[in-house]
């Protein structure tokens, strides 16, 4: 749908000729967003995406989060090919833009900190409320969408920088990790991409989820892993352990806690390699600026990491690709 089609289609659910309507910067994704404001001066986030499975994703999650009464944008008008929607406008902010201009400030720590009571609430809400078969590519994070995010490291980050391995040993290695994490407890809903680019901020400084459409069942401790240990941000390590602590203290049951934090570790390792696979798809291939910016910081992560993983020696092949992508030579 071409720009005018866009926004014909937001001045006909307005019923007047719009003040402004403008795309949006692009992201990661193939959705194209318009942000559109009425003659009466009210905001308006207006989504073009042909991927109508994902759409359908969207559109259920948002529903059935309204009716929830969860932070999360509400449905005002699909069109009728389900390509196009309008949802209402949530902030003109994200967390991270707050987080690039403040850093560590007290009004960034203090935005994490409701971001992550935000999280559990949401966590919460959610439990047994979900129909998982509605889900845009996986119902669980098992099996599948494990190996998936391992093979996508070692695809598009460490095969395209061309570094050397043992196929079958670092396979092996691989299906190790996946048969631990899917043990992984508590488990409910993860939104998956839970990073401060899709945290809206308001004028009075409350926090909004958007881009949950990739969310499925699983480990609850995922999405909090992927806050606070996302790349930019580039969290101190003190603060992580802060705000670690902070969402354990949520849950008023010892042994649930003690579940949670034995998931931290594994969770960090899939989540580094995640995020780098994605990097250098999208940075090195799609040549996409915000990815390439985060790329060396992303890498660092997964070799300190290693460095201090105590089960990290049960995973030679790996720990040696991750050392040689420290010490990597490439071009950005």
Do not use: C
């Amino acid at each position: 749908m071409s720009f005018q089609s866009v926004k014909q289609f937001f001045e006909t659910y307005l019923g007047n000729p719009a003040q402004h309507f403008d795309a949006l910067p692009a992201s990661g994704s193939a959705r194209v967003n318009y942000v559109g404001i009425s003659h009466t001066g009210e905001k308006y986030i207006i989504t073009y995406n042909e991927n109508l499975r994902e759409n359908e994703a969207f559109f259920y999650f948002s529903s059935l989060f309204f009716d929830l009464k969860l932070n999360t944008p509400q449905l005002l008008k699909i069109s009728e090919d389900r390509t196009t929607y309008i949802q209402t406008h949530l902030g003109d902010h994200t967390l991270s833009e707050i987080i690039s201009k403040e850093r560590l400030s007290d009004r960034v720590k203090f935005l994490v900190k409701e971001t992550l009571a935000a999280l559990y609430h949401f966590q919460q809400s959610t439990l047994n409320q979900i129909d998982y078969s509605k889900t845009f590519e996986y119902e669980a994070y098992d099996d599948l969408p494990i190996t998936h995010d391992l093979y996508y490291f070692k695809n598009f980050l460490v095969d395209t920088l061309e570094l050397h391995y043992h196929k079958s040993t670092l396979l092996k290695e691989f299906k190790e990790i996946v048969k631990h994490i899917e043990l992984i407890k508590p488990r409910g809903l993860m939104i998956r991409d839970f990073q401060s680019r899709n945290i809206m901020v308001n004028a009075s400084d409350k926090v909004f989820f958007i881009d949950y459409q990739s969310a499925m069942e699983g480990p609850l401790i995922y999405d909090v892993i992927s806050m606070l240990y996302q790349a930019k941000a580039n969290f101190p390590e003190d603060f992580r352990q802060e705000m670690l602590d902070f969402y354990f203290n949520l849950y008023p049951d010892k042994e649930t806690q003690a579940q949670l934090k034995n998931g931290v570790e594994l969770i960090k390792l899939i989540r580094f390699m995640q995020v780098l696979g994605a990097y250098g798809f999208r940075g090195l291939i799609q040549r996409k600026a915000h990815f390439i910016e985060s790329l060396h910081q992303g890498i660092d992560n997964l070799y300190q990491f290693s460095k201090q993983w105590d089960e990290m020696p049960n995973f030679p092949e790996l720990k040696q690709v991750i050392k040689q992508l420290k010490t990597a030579d490439f071009q950005l």
